[in-house]
């Protein structure tokens, strides 16, 4: 009786761990924009940074999560998503059987997205222009969960049509006039990025700009606040804030 009960308690224990999140859980899709162009990603040391850094929230999908990588690159805006998958989430009530299928396929939907990641990281890199504005065009609302989005990039837009920050040096005083211009031209709105949660890991090399990473990081929290998402991390690394 007492190897019954422990038995049955143990079933009960990864039903609980390994089925449905906990009450109140919002399950999240990480948007995982991979900077290709060659300012960034020729340089080995930087793409392994990067891939470090990029395979952390990778590691904290959930059951009910989703993933996308895409590149920023001279097309961002016509490239199809390197990867792009959900999690299977087991209902309240799901068996054994469900959880278990269910923590196997998201074991394998990360491993997979990590390779994707890395074969992404050890492309080419020969684009010589960056079109970072364009990977907000590609993000999409999602009803069901919480959009979390990731930049593997120094944030150098050099698309001159909108702004070219690698030659053009700007201030705080053109912040609101530039992004009302930038938004226009693609259509953006308050709530664009609604309620999404934006981290930004540069290069460890250091940014090559006339705009140093103090301007490039009050710019930005104006663009996101203005698009209705948050800015949690602009640094190398997620070690100023979680990573939720």
């Known amino acids: 009786m007492v190897a019954m009960g422990q038995w049955l308690l143990a079933i ?29 990603c020729k340089d080995s040391s930087q793409a392994e940074h990067l891939l470090a850094m990029g395979n952390k929230p990778i590691s904290k999908l959930r059951p009910g999560d989703a993933v996308e990588i895409r590149e920023l690159n001279d097309r961002t805006l016509e490239t ?34 990590k390779e994707a990641l890395r074969r992404t990281l050890n492309s080419s890199c020969v684009a010589m222009v960056t079109d970072v504005f ?32 690698e030659k053009t040096p700007i201030t705080s005083d ?26 930004v890991i540069l290069p460890s090399g250091g940014i090559k700009s006339p705009n140093d990473r103090r301007v490039l990081k009050q710019f930005y929290n104006r663009l996101f606040n203005s698009l209705g998402a948050r800015l949690v991390t602009f640094d190398t690394s997620f070690k100023t804030a979680k990573l939720s």
Not at 89 to 97: F, N, T, Y
Not at 135 to 157: C, E, F, H, K, Y
């Open 12 to 40: 009960a224990f990864l039903l609980a761990g390994a089925g449905c999140e906990k009450p109140g859980y919002m399950p999240k899709r990480y948007v995982i924009f991979v900077d290709t162009s060659a300012s960034v």
């Open 80 to 113: 199809k998503a390197v990867f792009e998958a959900e999690t299977p989430a087991p209902g309240e009530r799901a068996g054994l059987d469900a959880v278990t299928e269910s923590r196997r396929q998201t074991t394998q939907i990360k491993e997979q997205a």
């Open 134 to 165: 364009s990977g907000l065009d590609r993000v999409t609302p999602d009803a069901q969960r919480r959009v979390v989005i990731i930049w593997l990039s120094d944030m150098l837009n050099s698309v001159a049509s909108d702004l070219d920050m």
């Open 174 to 199: 053109q912040f609101e006039e530039l992004i009302v211009k930038i938004a226009k031209r693609h259509g953006w709105h308050s709530q664009t990025l609604a309620n999404a949660e934006v981290h």
